[in-house]
C-alpha cells in the first residue's frame, strides 16, 4: 500500500508548493494540514475515542471524537467526511459538518523521533441516535469510545490531564463555547 501523501506548508500556513509522504512529514517536522471532529449527540453529551492502544503516538489516551490528516489535494471538509467513516463508521455530507476554528500545534513525540507541526481545521457534528448507538472504532486507530457530558470532561480532565492527549483550544471551546448543545459556534 502506498503511503499518504501530504500537502506541505510554510511556518505560516501558507502552501509550500509541494507534498510528501507521511514518514518523512513527521521525520523532518514539515508542517500540514490536519482535522479535528467534535461529535455531540442530541442530548449534548460528546463523544471521545480512546486511541488505540497500538498506536506510535498517544495510545490508551482520549482524544477529539475524530481526527485526521488532510491528503494531498483534499480540503478539510473532505478529509472530516473521510475519517467520521473510517474512525466512527458515521457517515455525513461535507455541509453537515459546522466550522468551528482553526489552530495550530507543534508537538515532538516519541523521545523526540516525531515532530507533529500542524494547521487544523475544526469541526462539529451532531450524531442522529442511530448514529450515536452504533459508533465503529476502526481497527488499529481506535479501541473505544467515551461519551461525556461537558461538566465530566471539566472534571475528568482537571483531575487527570494526562489521560487526554493534549489540545488546549479544542479544551477551551468545550468549556466555553460548545456549551454541551447544537448552538452556535464560537471562536476561543
Request: negative net charge.
Amino acid at each position: 500500500m502506498q503511503e499518504e501523501r501530504i500537502d506541505i506548508l510554510n511556518p505560516d500556513g501558507s502552501f509550500a508548493g509541494y507534498d510528501c509522504g507521511r514518514t518523512e512529514v513527521h521525520a523532518k517536522g514539515l508542517w500540514h494540514r490536519t482535522v479535528h471532529i467534535w461529535a455531540f449527540d442530541k442530548a449534548g453529551r460528546i463523544v471521545f475515542q480512546l486511541r488505540s492502544h497500538l498506536k506510535e503516538n498517544n495510545p490508551n489516551l482520549l482524544d477529539t471524537s475524530c481526527a485526521g490528516h488532510i491528503s494531498a489535494g483534499d480540503d478539510s471538509r473532505h478529509a472530516g467526511v473521510r475519517e467520521l467513516r473510517e474512525e466512527m463508521g458515521v457517515v455525513k455530507n461535507p455541509e453537515d459538518l459546522e466550522y468551528l476554528f482553526e489552530a495550530t500545534h507543534e508537538n515532538v513525540l516519541n523521545d523526540g523521533t516525531y515532530f507533529d507541526n500542524e494547521y487544523y481545521d475544526t469541526y462539529k457534528i451532531i450524531l442522529s441516535d442511530a448514529e450515536a448507538a452504533s459508533l465503529v472504532p476502526q481497527p488499529g486507530e481506535v479501541d473505544d469510545f467515551v461519551w461525556m457530558t461537558v461538566e465530566e470532561f471539566l472534571k475528568m480532565h482537571a483531575e487527570h490531564p494526562e489521560k487526554f492527549v493534549d489540545h488546549p483550544k479544542d479544551y477551551a471551546w468545550l468549556a466555553g463555547g460548545s456549551n454541551g448543545n447544537a448552538g452556535g459556534s464560537q471562536e476561543v
